[in-house]
């Protein structure tokens, strides 16, 4: 050291800051497990839910450097299950069957620990039937073979309370249980009289089927809506699905629920914070894949009623006011 130039010494303070540097910054500890294996529980391959959930994971994979991928699953009930047991660390869910989910009701034998990271977009409930078809109301699908979605999915949640709202009783529908892609083929081969479907609108794989043959897509009129919220949590809105979606020359009348990213309650705080922050920062460049997630709007996503936000989700949007 005694022989040493100034130059050299300068250098090794250089770098002993450089290090020190490093330590407070790059190598913190994060307050999470780096090294685990995450998931994000998303739904089958064809909706919204599963490549929302695929880009959604490759920016947390890229942003915080975590182990991180997409599960395909059935939809809602399947994803809130898997959040609340811990076999994934964040899932896609809509807002009726989460309500269902934290009370014990519905599908659900006892309550969920669950909290909300974001309002992230509503759905649109899509009734589709070949435009050819003599069903022109919902009562009309009475004895029909209808699919009502995959089992333990929102759909499924859904379909059967639009059709008790139309009059329609569950054993008066044949209903096959398919997933998208096989309701698509079904109605395609012309086994099924119609298929329900809950997502974005308007769903990629719906306007391929559009694209090679004509549909049309059964109204949900205000009456119904208001029957299916008075028996149940009152999420759901009326809305109007535009002229020329899916070929259509007239708008239609349909059913709307939000869609909420959720959590466990226990989920660490610092993890789910900084979840919450690449699910925003990210946004852009998710919606380049998935349009949907456009939609994402940090004055509306903590509007997650009857959900309360995770403390770690709540932290996000009381500094992104500062």
């Not at 303070?13 to 540097?21: G, N, P, R, S």
């Not at 009783?169 to 009289?193: F, K, M, T, V």
Request: contains cysteine; hydrophobic residues 45%.
């Amino acid at each position: 050291m005694r022989g040493s130039s100034p130059r050299s010494r300068i250098l090794r303070l250089l770098l002993a800051a450089f290090v020190v540097l490093l330590g407070a910054n790059g190598c913190a500890d994060p307050g999470y497990d780096r090294t685990q294996q995450y998931f994000v529980a998303g739904g089958g391959i064809a909706g919204i839910y599963f490549n929302y959930g695929d880009q959604y994971a490759k920016a947390l994979h890229r942003e915080l450097g975590i182990n991180v991928s997409v599960s395909e699953t059935n939809g809602s009930v399947d994803n809130l299950q898997r959040v609340a047991s811990g076999r994934a660390l964040l899932g896609f869910a809509q807002a009726d069957t989460a309500a269902d989910a934290i009370t014990g009701t519905g599908s659900f034998d006892a309550p969920l620990p669950l909290r909300a990271v974001a309002r992230v977009y509503d759905e649109s409930v899509q009734v589709v039937v070949p435009a050819d078809s003599d069903v022109r109301r919902i009562s009309d699908l009475a004895g029909r073979p209808v699919s009502l979605g995959s089992p333990t999915s929102g759909v499924q949640v859904i379909a059967n309370r639009v059709l008790a709202a139309s009059g329609v009783a569950p054993e008066r529908i044949e209903n096959p249980a398919l997933g998208l892609d096989e309701s698509i083929a079904a109605l395609h081969r012309g086994e099924i009289a119609a298929f329900f479907w809950v997502g974005g609108f308007p769903t990629p794989s719906i306007e391929r089927l559009a694209r090679s043959e004509r549909i049309r897509l059964l109204p949900i009129d205000a009456a119904t809506v208001s029957r299916v919220n008075a028996q149940h949590s009152g999420v759901y809105r009326l809305a109007e699905l535009p002229i020329g979606g899916y070929g259509s020359e007239a708008p239609t009348t349909t059913m709307t629920v939000p869609n909420y990213l959720v959590a466990a309650e226990d989920a660490s705080d610092a993890l789910i914070l900084d979840a919450t922050r690449v699910l925003f920062s990210s946004r852009s460049t998710i919606a380049r894949k998935v349009p949907a997630a456009e939609l994402l709007d940090r004055r509306e996503a903590i509007f997650t009623a009857p959900l309360d936000l995770h403390p770690g989700a709540a932290e996000f949007y009381v500094d992104a006011r500062r």
